[in-house]
């Protein structure tokens, strides 16, 4: 007789049957691997590790699916779990509501979630990843942060979530304004959601015509808001989106544009009216024993001043009008030097001769202008570092820059009082008649 040959179910190779085995090795996968990862760092449990191998042996469908195709699923189930939020992922349930969205990531790992109906309602969910702090998305004529309203939100201490508009009316903390703003929402109340170490803003805007190119600024801090009052931003950027086709372009050209500009000016005033103006000075009271070198040294270096000094003023006047920024003590305090410096030079073209009777109250006048402009600066520079953000190391440059000049304006005036004394005693007495 001839053996016949062993009997071969069919339905074991079919997709449904490969499929299932596929499921249950992944099942199995995961739950070796758990348990690995405990006996590695249990190994006294490690003979409980059998059960293991029991399970391995009623599994005969393992024999059908690849070891590479295991490795595979393994590996992807890790990767996709471990992604941060993306257009992929799912809204939660409580924003079943907002429907049909487009959707574009737009910085770092803010995703923009958006819909623009026929009557010109924009729907908008906003989300990242979050563990504390606050995140906002604001609505801008220009890019700039100065006059824009936005859309905060964040949960409190105690869990409760808030979202608020907000309008910035200006740079410092209080411009920044509760409940106002340029924003008309809808009858659907706007809502925020933590779901997943996420955190999602969702929000109705009716606008007036439809939105197509529309400046955004997207922002994140870090500490939560106390009483509705927003602490600086830990970061931010500016970008311009088109709601017509999904289309965005970064603003970092114009951003990295202003900030040198601001950098120009800092540098320009600090030198001109911080370095320059007050060694001019220096020269002027302690250096006249060189006659006349100082008085040439005097009238140029506080030319150079004046006009390094000038080029602050435009700097500063291009930067205010690209900011309209809300900065009233440092523009008026340098509209006033500026004043008390261009006095100056017209004071050196009408200077009397020395045998004048006016001369005197010229001397008067020209020197207390002068320390006028020279203290006014001084405060003024550091009032610009202040609303400026310019950082430590402005600061501490600054206040070297400062303390070298008073230690040698200490110095010198010591030695010009000590060697008028010394004067007044070698000088002979007045002989009598």
């Not at 007789?1 to 074991?12: C, G, L, Q, V, Y």
């Not at 969910?125 to 942060?145: A, E, H, P």
């Not at 529309?214 to 801090?221: E, K, N, R, S, Y």
């Not at 550091?382 to 070298?404: E, H, M, P």
Request: net charge positive; hydrophobic share 45%.
């Amino acid at each position: 007789m001839t053996a016949e040959p062993p009997h071969k179910d069919s339905s074991s190779n079919s997709p449904v049957v490969k499929a299932t085995a596929a499921v249950r090795a992944l099942s199995l996968s995961l739950s070796s691997s758990s348990s690995l990862f405990f006996f590695i760092y249990y190994p006294s449990c490690l003979p409980l590790s059998s059960s293991v191998s029991t399970n391995l042996q009623h599994m005969p469908a393992m024999a059908h699916v690849s070891p590479a195709f295991i490795f595979f699923a393994l590996a992807l189930v890790v990767v996709v779990g471990a992604q941060p939020d993306s257009c992929s992922s799912r809204l939660p349930a409580a924003l079943s509501n907002f429907t049909g969205l487009s959707c574009r990531p737009i910085w770092n790992n803010f995703v923009l979630r958006y819909s623009q109906d026929q009557e010109n309602v924009l729907s908008v969910v906003l989300s990242t990843t979050y563990t504390v702090g606050w995140i906002g998305m604001g609505f801008s004529m220009d890019g700039r942060m100065v006059g824009s309203s936005a859309m905060v939100g964040w949960t409190g201490k105690t869990g409760i979530p808030h979202i608020k508009q907000f309008y910035l009316r200006g740079q410092s903390a209080s411009d920044v304004v509760v409940d106002q703003g340029q924003l008309l929402s809808t009858a659907v109340a706007p809502r925020v959601v933590v779901h997943r170490a996420k955190i999602y803003l969702a929000f109705q805007l009716k606008f007036t015509a439809p939105l197509a190119q529309q400046h955004l600024l997207f922002a994140i801090g870090t500490s939560i808001p106390v009483h509705n009052h927003l602490k600086k931003h830990a970061d931010k950027t500016s970008i311009s989106f088109d709601f017509s086709t999904g289309g965005s372009s970064s603003s970092s050209s114009s951003s990295s544009r202003l900030y040198e500009l601001k950098r120009t000016h800092g540098v320009l005033a600090i030198f001109g009216w911080g370095v320059l103006a007050p060694i001019g000075a220096i020269v002027a009271r302690y250096c006249k024993r060189w006659d006349p070198l100082w008085y040439y040294l005097h009238a140029i270096i506080q030319f150079i001043g004046f006009m390094i000094g000038l080029a602050a003023v435009v700097a500063g006047k291009l930067l205010y009008d690209e900011l309209h920024a809300t900065v009233h003590s440092h523009r008026g305090i340098g509209i006033f030097v500026l004043v008390l410096a261009i006095l100056q030079v017209i004071a050196f073209f009408v200077r009397p001769d020395r045998d004048s009777k006016i001369r005197r109250y010229w001397n008067w006048y020209h020197h207390w202008v002068g320390r006028l402009a020279l203290f006014f600066a001084a405060v003024n520079i550091v009032v610009g570092i202040r609303v400026g953000d310019a950082g430590t190391s402005w600061k501490v440059g600054y206040g070297f820059n400062l303390a070298i000049l008073l230690i040698a304006s200490i110095v010198l005036e010591l030695l010009r009082w000590t060697g008028r004394s010394r004067e007044a005693v070698a000088a002979p007495p007045p002989q009598m008649q």
